[in-house]
């Protein structure tokens, strides 16, 4: 730990104390972890480099995870679309996903887990989708048709309070304050 | 030292026969008849000169070849066995060396020395065999010729002491007349039955009958203990094997009584009190995902178990609401009441089975008390049916539900538990009134005893059943059964009818193909039946709980491992916390309940048996511990313990008010849960209007807007709307930075606060 806290320059070190909901260690612990998944000759600039989607997913917090590839697509800031993350992108996720980081943040960023075509809503082909990567797409775990439609037709009527066939933000962070556990459920930690 | 270690050794006849052969024991002792016939009955007097022999019998029964090349090698003067035990798989030729009186002895030895050491001898020669080594038994009066007609005898005891091929093979070989040897054996047969009326004669025999004996006489049963007062010190503490065996069993019961009844209270408030939360919230599925977990398996596992709870969730809530016409209501119920009459019928029948069976169990038991193993195997025959009924009668009333259209799969489900329950309790029941009626009242010995026994089983071929139902059932499959029930019904009713009913039941009972369910229902029927057994058994055979742990320990180890490897999932959901209430309820209300009055009934009414248990001689059970009270009045320290007996245990007066207190209180907290639910009713009402205003007045707002919009596009006043930074609750395509969403709900407040703020301005103003 002593040797990568010499890698991150001192100001650089207090920045990301200061934008992020993460601590001194948990940054460093972070660097250390970022600087694995670098080929050997690039751990240098380690906080300028930027390590494709396919590396990101072979940690093993990430590994099992259904929402996976959904998390690395949000906090990813790449202009090529590739979803490739730097340093400061895995410094944003790993915030979001602490255990400080407050209910709000954690919701927004759930929202946008949750919009898998990207649009602001979750409609019915989002919770669709949503639903699927909660129950796992094995044969016997899927849901019929029916279930599928009975089980939208649910959630809409519970959450959706303006009746426009979608969820949006407001919608979604009511839901979520009624669940007291969100909050504790919704973290990783490395 | 025991010179024979098996009665049929003992043959003291062949010594006084005249065909008897001398023992040429040791070279050194070549006995100087050594060349003689063995037939020659001169050597009678050559018994006294074996030497070096001390054992008691007196004469060395020469198993030896006679023949003049009869060496004997020079045995060490041990244990006349000592070299059998070498040489034990040799059949032993009897007449190898001397008389065919003796030959029945030699039938069992070993013969573990030396070679025919006189081939040449005429003797050997008929034979070719190895002579045998040793002496053989005979009995202690040996020394002196006895008359024949003892010998005679003691021929005819030898050889009924024989095994029967073993006997005809020793009457074959008697030199004797056919009339002589026809005679022997009509005396042997007839020695052979007196005996067996005295004692069992043969060894194995015995030991069966110890066996089975020993079961009945040790503190398995209820006959085994005494009714003595054990003190192990003069005038110290003592225990009174009787208040000890009816305190043990009554505390027994308080304590199931107290668990069963904390479990219900647990299991109906989590039901009962918030059947809220079992519907499918949509926060709940927003939010339930953990995003901590990282092992593989453990994703998956979370992944079945949501799916599982979102399907109950909707089977729950997904209720249609069928509109039939009457026609097909009266069919409807038609077709249900024929169900019901079916299965009654058929639970009916499968008591007065059991019923006359018993009947006949019982006097098969009073005509011949054998403790063979085949009356013990006929005593099986009870059980045995009990348990296949059991097993295969709740097959048929699940296709019986099949045949029946049910409104819900929660009715269907509930229906055939309620037919299985009425069958096996109703047959718990005649089991319970033939003990307590007809075996309690019989002339047998010890009717607890029986009781026990048959208890003990029951339960034991209930175990065997179970494992070999879950074995067949579910590592081949249920469908098995299913098909073969279905057909054997089939069979029954005929070729052509059946055929065309068969077609029609085979598309609805074999739909499910490949893995068979695992029918939760069944098992723990199955369970609750075993502990039912259980728990009227014990006041018959006391240690029947700690066997019936041992056996459901095996049961559940073999059920979890049928169940991982071979079941799928059942394909009706299961509310399992609503199914759990109904099976403890259940276990309390006809099994528990109907046990405590059958042991009610034996503690009071039932007069213990004269001959064993702890409460012989007493009128009822119950009455030892009213002498107990008697004992202690005379005791001043112990007045309070009489006191209470007299006025709160035996006084109805204290039930009385005991049993309106608890119904009273009962009645509140009934009222108090009614009270809770229309709150929470009201509460849900409240919340769901609460969002209706609020999509009122979010239409409102926006109509507000629009009309703002609209005035300030034709240029009205000036007042700057923040309009372009309000957004309408539906979001815009683009995505916004991450932490500005919070400014944008904070300026959607804002406008609308302004909306208002203007709003009221323009009313004031137009005031």
Redo the contacts between chains.
């Keep these: 730990m002593g040797g990568s806290a010499s890698l991150i320059p001192r100001d650089l070190l207090g920045e990301y104390q200061e934008l992020t909901f993460l601590s001194k260690q948990e940054i460093l612990l972070a660097y250390k972890r970022f600087s694995e998944l670098l080929p050997k000759e690039e751990r240098e600039n380690a906080c300028s480099a930027r390590v494709p989607k396919s590396q990101i997913l072979t940690l ?2 990430l ?5 996976q590839h959904r998390i690395c697509h949000v906090f990813s800031t790449s202009e090529t679309r590739d979803d490739s993350m730097s340093f400061e992108d895995f410094l944003d996720m790993l915030s979001v ?1 602490s255990d400080s980081a407050t209910s ?2 954690k919701s ?1 960023y ?1 929202f946008r887990i ?1 919009d898998f075509d ?4 979750l409609d019915r082909k989002d919770l669709e989708q ?2 699927n990567c ?3 797409q ?1 044969e ?4 019929s048709r029916a ?1 599928m439609e ?2 939208i037709q ?3 009527e ?2 959706d ?4 066939g979608t969820i ?3 919608e ?1 962070q009511h ?2 304050s ?2 007291p ?2 909050a504790s ?5 490395l | 030292m025991s010179y024979y270690h098996n009665e049929a050794f003992e043959n003291p006849d062949y010594h006084f026969s005249e065909t008897l052969e001398i023992d040429r024991r040791g070279s050194s002792q070549r006995n100087p008849f050594s060349h003689q016939s063995p037939y020659d009955s001169s050597l009678h007097g050559s018994y006294g000169d074996h030497r070096g022999r001390e054992q008691n019998y007196p004469v060395a029964i020469p198993m030896a070849s006679l023949g003049p090349g009869s060496d004997y090698q020079d045995l060490p003067s041990t244990s006349p066995y000592g070299n059998f035990t070498e040489n034990l798989s040799f059949e032993p030729e009897p007449e190898l060396t001397y008389s065919p009186h003796s030959t029945f002895h030699l039938l069992d030895y070993p013969y573990t020395h030396g070679t025919s050491s006189g081939s040449e001898d005429s003797f050997i020669r008929r034979r070719n065999r190895r002579p045998p080594d040793e002496i053989f038994m005979t009995s202690s009066s040996m020394s002196e010729t006895d008359p024949v007609c003892s010998e005679e005898e003691d021929l005819i005891g030898s050889l009924a002491s024989m095994s029967t091929k073993e006997r005809i093979k020793a009457i074959q070989k008697m030199p004797e007349t056919m009339r002589k040897k026809r005679e022997i054996r009509n005396k042997v047969l007839k020695e052979i039955t007196k005996k067996a009326n005295h004692r069992p004669s043969c060894c194995t025999q015995c030991l069966q009958g110890a066996a089975v004996g020993y079961f009945q006489r040790t503190v398995l049963y209820y006959g085994f203990y005494t009714n003595a007062t054990i003190s192990k010190i003069e005038n110290g503490p003592s225990y009174n094997m009787q208040l000890a065996y009816i305190f043990t069993v009554g505390i027994y019961f308080v304590i199931c009584f107290l668990i069963l009844l904390f479990s219900m209270a647990k299991f109906f408030s989590r039901n009962f009190i918030n059947p809220q939360e079992l519907s499918v919230n949509a926060s709940k599925l927003l939010c339930t995902w953990d995003f901590n977990i990282t092992n593989d398996k453990a994703v998956k596992l979370k992944q079945k178990n949501l799916c599982t709870q979102i399907k109950e969730g909707l089977t729950e809530v997904n209720k249609e609401v069928l509109n039939f016409s009457a026609m097909e209501r009266t069919i409807r119920i038609g077709v249900h009441l024929i169900a019901w009459v079916a299965s009654l019928g058929v639970a009916v029948a499968a008591c007065a089975g059991v019923y006359f069976l018993s009947i006949n169990n019982l006097e098969l038991f009073m005509k011949g008390y054998r403790n063979d193993l085949e009356s013990q195997a006929a005593m099986l025959v009870l059980p045995v049916v009990v348990s296949l009924l059991n097993t295969l009668i709740p097959f048929f009333f699940s296709w019986l539900g099949h045949l029946e259209k049910f409104q819900t799969p929660g009715q269907h489900i509930y229906v055939t538990i309620t037919r299985n329950i009425m069958l096996k309790m109703s047959i718990v029941g005649i089991l319970c009134y033939y003990w307590l009626n007809i075996v309690a009242t019989s002339e047998s010995q010890c009717w607890e005893t029986l009781v026990g026994q048959d208890i003990y089983r029951l339960v034991l071929v209930d175990f065997i059943f179970c494992l070999l139902g879950s074995f067949f059932g579910e590592f081949f499959g249920q469908d098995i059964y299913r098909l073969v029930l279905v057909d054997f019904i089939f069979c029954l009713l005929g070729s052509f009818f059946g055929e065309f009913l068969r077609r029609i039941i085979g598309t609805t009972v074999c739909l499910n193909l490949g893995l068979p369910e695992f029918d939760i229902g069944r098992n723990v029927l199955d369970l609750i039946y075993a502990q039912t057994l259980t728990w009227i058994g014990i006041l018959f055979s006391p240690l029947l709980p700690g066997i019936q742990m041992i056996a459901f320990f095996i049961v559940f180890f073999v059920k979890k491992v049928s169940l991982m490897r071979n079941c799928q999932p059942p394909r009706k959901v299961w509310r399992t916390s609503q199914m759990m209430t109904s099976f403890i309820f259940l276990l309390f209300c006809p099994s528990f309940l109907g046990v405590l009055s059958v042991i009610g009934v034996t503690v009071w009414r039932l007069k213990p048996s004269e001959g064993c248990g702890p409460f012989r001689g007493l009128p009822s059970m119950y009455a030892s511990v009213a002498e107990w009270i008697q004992v202690l009045e005379n005791y001043t320290v112990s007045k309070w313990v009489v006191w209470i007996y007299h006025n709160l245990i035996t006084s109805e007066l204290f039930f009385f008010i005991l049993s309106s207190f608890v119904l009273i209180v009962t009645y509140l907290y009934w009222q108090i849960i009614q009270g809770r639910k229309t709150m929470t009713k009201l509460l849900r009402q409240q919340i769901n209007n609460a969002g209706k205003d609020k999509m009122l007045l979010l239409k409102k707002l926006r109509v507000q807007q629009r009309a703002s919009r609209s005035s300030s596009a034709l240029g009205g006043r000036g007042q700057q709307r923040s309009s372009s930074s309000y957004h309408p609750s539906r979001q815009p395509a683009q995505e916004v930075p991450d932490y500005l969403e919070r400014a944008f709900d904070r300026n959607q407040n804002t406008s609308y606060n302004e909306v208002r703020w203007s709003k009221c301005r323009n009313v004031e103003s137009g005031a």
């Design positions: 093993p917090e590994r099992a995870n259904p929402f996903f709000d943040v927004h759930a949750f990207d649009d602001g809503t949503l639903v909660l129950t796992g094995g016997e775990s899927r849901l279930e009975q089980l649910n959630i809409l519970e959450s309070i303006d009746k426009d949006n933000l407001s979604f839901v979520v009624r669940s556990d969100f459920s919704f973290k990783i930690v």
